[in-house]
T-cell receptor, first 110, second 117 residues
């Protein structure tokens, strides 16, 4: 069964700190893995897209990793800002379909 | 580029009425658009895939007669929630697929908050 599991479900950190969000996926056939940022009451915005041959990809302060052997991905946020408060969703792409994780709700406190 | 808009951004209606939500790709043409629904504290759930000029493909459990989808042009898809009830209250998000080098990408609209009283 195709599924994407994320942890933690929610996370609170202080502004300026780093954090890492985890994603375990079972998607077959596997095409790529995406991380989206979704602000409250808004649509998702793509952060990174990684194929199985890519181990790491950065987008500003966001760095995603992918281990195709263990089927795990992580999203690392450095020097967090208040605007990083959002839900971060891991999505696996299989054959013409997206498998959505439940998301990690991140709260940055001043 | 690749901006997707939705209208309205929020709507409140009485039970039994119908509500139409528009999804537009502003600076590109999209032969395929998707409609999602998101309940509080849950992730997006795909409702249907909308192809320009043809009937939409609905996911299992989504009533096609209740959620009418029309994709009459390459830049506009509409979702009509017919005879809305309180349980239809949700956040509806559309996305448009665009071809890029190496594959496709989906760009999401800002969502429409529907509240049925």
């Amino acid at each position: 069964k195709n599924q994407v599991e994320q942890s933690p479900q929610s996370l609170i950190i202080l502004e300026g700190k780093n954090c890492t969000l985890q994603c375990n996926y079972t998607v077959s056939p596997f095409s790529n893995l995406r991380w989206y940022k979704q602000d409250t009451g808004r649509g998702p915005v793509s952060l990174t897209i990684m194929t199985f041959s890519e181990n790491t990809k950065s987008n500003g302060r966001y760095t995603a990793t992918l281990d195709a052997d263990t089927k795990q991905s992580s999203l690392h946020i450095t020097a967090s800002q208040l605007s990083d408060s959002a839900s971060y969703i891991c999505v696996g792409r299989g054959n013409y379909q997206l498998i959505w994780g439940a998301g990690t709700k991140l709260i940055i406190k001043p | 580029g690749a901006v997707v808009s939705q209208h309205p951004s929020w709507v409140i209606c009485k039970s039994g009425t119908s509500v139409k939500i528009e999804c537009r790709s502003l600076d590109f043409q999209a032969t395929t658009m998707f409609w999602y629904r998101q309940f509080p504290k849950q992730s997006l759930m795909l409702m249907a895939t909308s192809n320009e000029g043809s009937k939409a493909t609905y996911e299992q459990g989504v009533e096609k007669d209740k959620f009418l989808i029309n994709h009459a042009s390459l830049t506009l898809s509409t979702l009509t929630v017919t005879s809305a009830h309180p349980e239809d209250s949700s956040f509806y998000i559309c996305s448009a697929r665009v071809g890029l080098a190496g594959g496709h990408e989906q760009f999401f609209g800002p969502g429409t908050r529907l509240t049925v009283l």
